[in-house]
């Protein structure tokens, strides 16, 4: 199976309202990257977090390395917010591994 | 900060030509340089990982034969697409890495589409 596995793979959420996107991995892993890809393609880099809980603004990650895996939070969602969400998993060094990708979509 | 910028953002090339792209690392050194692909509608596949002054290691299903690359020094890569075809569209990522952190810094992306 996939080592790197989001969920949920589609996600709509109305303005205002909030949810959290998992990232589940089965390997060993270092730490992990969150990123939003844009209706333009372009990546645009969120977190990176080797332990804890990291916030920027609406966002939120958590990194649980015993339970092996990883959330990112959104809250109070804006039109731009939509796009598609990818966690990348370090694995060693520079072996990084990414997911297959959260498609979220806000609704006016 | 840590900047990794990639050249060119989008092209556009013929079925059969070659197209070369560059990254640039700014604020760090780029000990290690990993080239991805996205095909459309699917993730970032690694297509290798070069380090300076180490083999550059070719993931399965690529080349280098196909996507050469050149890692000259600490701040610059290139990675070019030989013959493409339909198949090479997508987006090609960037990711430099320098041991002090460990942590891979991305660009925005080159998109390659092939006519």
């Known amino acids: 199976g996939d080592q790197v596995e989001q969920s949920p793979s589609a996600l709509s959420l109305h303005e205002g309202t909030g949810s959290a996107l998992r990232c589940n991995f089965t390997t060993t892993m270092r730490a992990v990257q969150w990123f939003q890809q844009n209706s333009r393609g372009s990546l645009i880099n969120l977190f990176y977090?080797?332990?804890g809980t990291k916030e920027n603004g609406r966002l939120k990650s958590t990194f649980n390395s015993k339970e092996s895996y990883s959330t990112l939070h959104i809250r109070d969602a804006q039109l731009e917010d939509s796009g598609t969400y990818f966690c990348?998993?370090?694995?060693?060094?520079?072996?990084?591994?990414f997911g297959k990708g959260t498609h979220l979509h806000v609704l006016p | 900060g840590a900047l990794v910028y990639q050249y060119p953002r989008r092209t556009i090339c013929k079925s059969g030509t070659s197209m070369r792209m560059e990254c640039q690392a700014v604020g760090f050194q780029a000990t290690s340089v990993a080239w991805y692909r996205q095909s459309p509608q699917k993730t970032f596949e690694l297509i290798a990982l070069?380090?300076?002054?180490?083999?550059?290691?070719?993931e399965q299903n690529f080349t280098q034969e196909k996507f050469p690359i050149s890692h000259p020094n600490l701040s610059f890569s290139s990675m070019t697409v030989l013959n493409a075809y339909l198949e090479d569209r997508g987006l090609y990522l960037c990711?430099?890495?320098?041991?002090?952190?460990?942590?891979?810094?991305f660009g925005e992306g080159s998109k390659l589409t092939v006519l």
């Open positions: 990348a998993v370090d694995t060693n060094a520079y072996k990084v591994i």
């Open positions: 990711g430099a890495g320098t041991p002090n952190t460990g942590q891979l810094y």
């Open positions: 977090l080797a332990s």
């Open positions: 070069s380090t300076v002054n180490s083999a550059i290691k070719y």
